[in-house]
């Protein structure tokens, strides 16, 4: 048979897949499973938005649209990016709405990678990056961060792996899986690296709404880079909305144009009815923004308390998102790696967890408080009681 496209061949398959097929094989079984696993908020969609996407069904607004995105909701999103991002060249042509963040990043990659072109990529990262650049037909360049420097990347590390084949960096501030956030003078010392290069920036913010410790900063705020910075966002994780898949970015008007052309002849537009319903989220959910952000913030302290409890693992505080980047290292000691620890747990305890094998540090287990706090507080008793077991072994 005729060999299939090394691009993709080469791209990985999501590490989280196996795992989280394994705790719904479980859970079907009839085991207690607790999931800890899980990327998205558990509260449902607000209803404004709800009550939007059927008046878009009732009153037919539910034909094919701008590829790009309706009109009014590039401008609400341009006059977000704009009012609460600082960021200069949002308007209205410089958006594109997408299928999701996920579909934004990868837009934004095809628009910017040639062959051979090299992406950087702070671990750990989110699971998908890496194979975005391949399937891109790029190289990830992987840039490991460390307990010491708060898992951050700093900027002479940055320094040195930028060259003449740097065609992007990516940034997620805040990070899926660690919840690390960088303050302004931290991102002012990125931004004065990268003035010098002439690279792209693509700054994935898809958790900013959820921040508990800082203020969210934009790096496409700065002017030495404001005009090669795509700026990612989106309504999955801020408004309860991870299924209606709507993600939005904005940059140089060139960049967003070629983006825009990716899109309209692989997936047109974005469902209209989705669309609509994202425009009454960035208009009317703010309230319900809170109420979510306040839950997470009660249930990060809750679980960063019971974890201090557990011996041999040490949790790595989270400014925003809905994870705790758990250190196992010492738990570990060379008896297993954390992707092993991760199966014993759902195996013998039925609690499901993320090892950092798949965020590209092995060593790790993130874990996510997008759960009720019964739950989190069932799943650590029996990670307790594991490591007890483990350790009286
Ligand atoms: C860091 C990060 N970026 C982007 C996404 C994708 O978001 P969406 O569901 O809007 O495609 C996720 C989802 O888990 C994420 O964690």
Redo the contacts with the bound molecule.
Sequence with gaps: MRALSDRVLRASESQTLAIAARAKQLSRAGYPVISLAV??PDFPTPPCVQAAAIAAITEGRTRYTESSGIPELRRAVAEKFRRENCLPYADEDTVLIS???????MNALHAICNRGDRVIIVAPY?V?YPAMVVLAGAEPVILETTPASGFKLQPEQLRAALDSRTACVIL?SP??PTGVMYTRHELEALAAVLADHDCYIIS?E??EQLSYTCEHISIGSFDAIADRTIT?N????AYAM?GW???FMTGPCPLIAQAAKVQSQDTSNPTSIAQYAALAALEHAAADVAHMRTCFAERRRLLLELLASVPQVQAHPPDG?FYVWLDVRSLLQGRMSSHQLATALLEQEFVASVPGEAFGMPGYLRLSFATSEEALQAAVERFAAYVQRIAAE
């Design positions: 990327g998205e299928c999701g963040a996920k579909h934004s990043i989110w998908s997620n990070c899926n994935d898809i958790y990612v989106g309504c999955s994780k991870t898949r709507i993600g998102a």
